[in-house]
């Protein structure tokens, strides 16, 4: 093992003890979001077509005279992306915890990202 390799690994391993929980989270869910074929969340921009994959944070039903909605906070590691379906009350499994991959394209609501009716597969309970 050369001295570069070494020095790398210790670095890792004190960047590790040292970490907060949050930030231990969010390097793993980075690393999970990775191997889904997520793109990570602080990378989309708007109009974009992508494909997100995280942990659902929050979920809220947003009831309106004309049209509810469904929102759901995916996070990432890396950013949030909140997700919204139109017309929408409750999604069996769309709860927070719950893991998923979501695909569709990026609007910018504020200074927020969303994705509206994203096509979403659901990653089973851990």
Do not use: F
């Amino acid at each position: 093992m050369s001295t570069d390799e070494r020095r790398g690994s210790l670095r890792r391993v004190l960047r590790r003890l040292t970490a907060t929980e949050a930030e231990i989270e969010a390097q793993e869910l980075r690393r999970e979001s990775a191997e889904h074929g997520g793109m990570p969340a602080r990378q989309c921009c708007r109009g974009q077509l992508v494909a997100v994959s995280g942990r659902l944070r929050t979920v809220v039903y947003t009831p309106r005279t004309n049209q509810p909605t469904l929102e759901a906070d995916l996070y990432d590691g890396s950013d949030v992306v909140t997700l919204v379906w139109l017309g929408r009350r409750h999604i069996a499994g769309i709860e927070p915890g719950r893991h998923l991959t979501a695909r569709g394209r990026v609007a910018v609501r504020g200074d927020r990202k969303a994705i509206y009716n994203p096509y979403y597969e659901l990653e089973p309970p851990k």
